[in-house]
């Protein structure tokens, strides 16, 4: 009776005093009995979730036209709300993984233009391949840029298997500037339109985003009026420069050269020939059954070249120098046949962006025809050799890969375009 006597004096002395107990008696009340109705709720909708489910279908189902326009009218009223939901539902589907040094190269790669349809740049969105809706990604491999009219168009549909753009065609630029700039810069040279030139011969820096545009022309069509040229991509320049830089010296005879008397040749391990590869050929290391190398007098590795044996025949795999070697080809062909008694004809192919063979029918090969046009798959990541795209490897890297579509529609909807080369000349050894 004290206590409520004291806080009867205080109730009448004090409005303010008034005020916090009236307010702080309403809202503890209103909060339990809210929250024990959130909590029953939630009890019952776990006990009753099937029921609830079909309840609600079935509602629905019944009131499709209704529901249509309630949600309608509720988005047009609540554009904050739905841009909101939005940011959560992507959230919850995982946090952005694009780095910047990706997205400038990507921006470089496509030249500022459209993926879809090639529109130079100025109205550029940076947009998922895969749609966030269909499990794609947040990662490096997923974003490409677009224009706003293929991107609203596109929606979360596959590209080349759901949809493909519809709008107009655009030509893009068939040489890579930048690159192309730094090729100049190597020899003290001027950039023209797309190549430099010394002694005679053109050496091109070619876009592979222009050169896979499906509406785009081809390597073979460009280079059939070019004449004697070497065609270099933009990503081997981006990822294996100085490898670019041995072969063009190489065939413009710009390379120190020694002969081979120097050299010695010898059997070298798988992991020398690996490391040698890659520092030297432009398209690194492969497995081979032999790997031969030529020394110096300090036992360094200067030349190597790897042989398969195999029930077609012998095939010379792999052959690259550090710088130029006369006579050093014909020394590692002696040596291979003198060491395991090779009396079979030897084989090899050329790839003819860099010349016609020349180096070949020097030491005695003669050409035997030619394959077909060989192709690749390059997305803004890197070329993709095609033989590395298996059905079995497509099914399991790629989560919309389908039995019923082609090879080059699976490729195209998980962000890789076809990149036809020239064919490779095949040269025989008797």
């Not at 084989?347 to 394959?371: I, L, M, N, P, W």
Request: net charge positive; charged share 25%.
């Amino acid at each position: 009776s004290r206590r409520k006597e004291e806080f009867k004096k205080q109730y009448e002395a004090n409005p303010l005093f008034q005020a916090q107990a009236v307010f702080s008696s309403r809202e503890a009340k209103h909060d339990t009995i809210e929250d024990r109705r959130k909590e029953a709720r939630k009890v019952w909708e776990q006990a009753h979730k099937k029921e609830l489910v079909a309840y609600r279908a079935d509602f629905y189902d019944k009131n499709k036209e209704k529901a249509r326009q309630v949600n309608s009218a509720w988005r047009l009223a609540n554009p904050g709300k739905m841009a909101n939901n939005r940011h959560k539902r992507r959230t919850a589907l995982g946090r952005s993984n694009f780095t910047n040094d990706h997205l400038w190269w990507l921006h470089q790669w496509q030249d500022g233009c459209c993926y879809y349809c090639g529109k130079p740049g100025g109205d550029e969105h940076l947009e998922h391949l895969i749609c966030l809706s269909k499990n794609g990604e947040n990662e490096n491999h997923n974003a490409v840029y677009a224009c706003g009219a293929c991107n609203s168009s596109k929606l979360n549909r596959l590209y080349m298997i759901e949809w493909d753009s519809r709008f107009e065609r655009h030509p893009v630029r068939f040489f890579h500037a930048k690159f192309l700039k730094e090729l100049a810069q190597e020899f003290g040279l001027t950039a023209q339109e797309g190549h430099i030139e010394l002694n005679g011969i053109k050496v091109f820096m070619l876009s592979t985003f222009a050169f896979s545009l499906p509406h785009g022309f081809t390597l073979p069509q460009f280079a059939a009026a070019k004449g004697e040229c070497i065609f270099v991509w933009d990503f081997e320049w981006k990822y294996k420069k100085e490898q670019v830089l041995n072969v063009v010296k190489a065939k413009l005879g710009l390379q120190k050269s020694d002969g081979a008397r120097k050299y010695t040749a010898d059997l070298i391990s798988s992991s020398e020939a690996f490391d040698f590869f890659e520092k030297y050929h432009l398209q690194g290391t492969r497995n081979a059954s032999i790997y031969i190398g030529l020394r110096d007098r300090e036992g360094a590795v200067c030349a190597a070249a790897s042989f398969i044996l195999s029930n077609s025949g012998v095939e010379l795999a792999r052959l690259a120098f550090k710088n130029h070697i006369a006579g050093g080809f014909s020394k590692l062909l002696s040596f291979f046949r003198k060491k395991f008694d090779i009396r079979d004809p030897i084989f090899s192919y050329c790839d003819t962006r860099f010349g016609e063979g020349k180096g070949y029918r020097k030491v005695g090969f003669v050409e035997a025809g030619e394959t077909k046009e060989s192709y690749s798959y390059v997305s803004g990541m890197g070329i993709v050799h095609r033989l590395q795209l298996s059905p079995s490897a497509m099914q399991e890297k790629w989560p919309h890969y389908s039995s019923e579509h082609s090879e080059e529609q699976n490729a195209n909807a998980h962000g890789f375009r076809k990149l036809i080369g020239l064919p490779q000349k095949r040269y025989v050894l008797n």
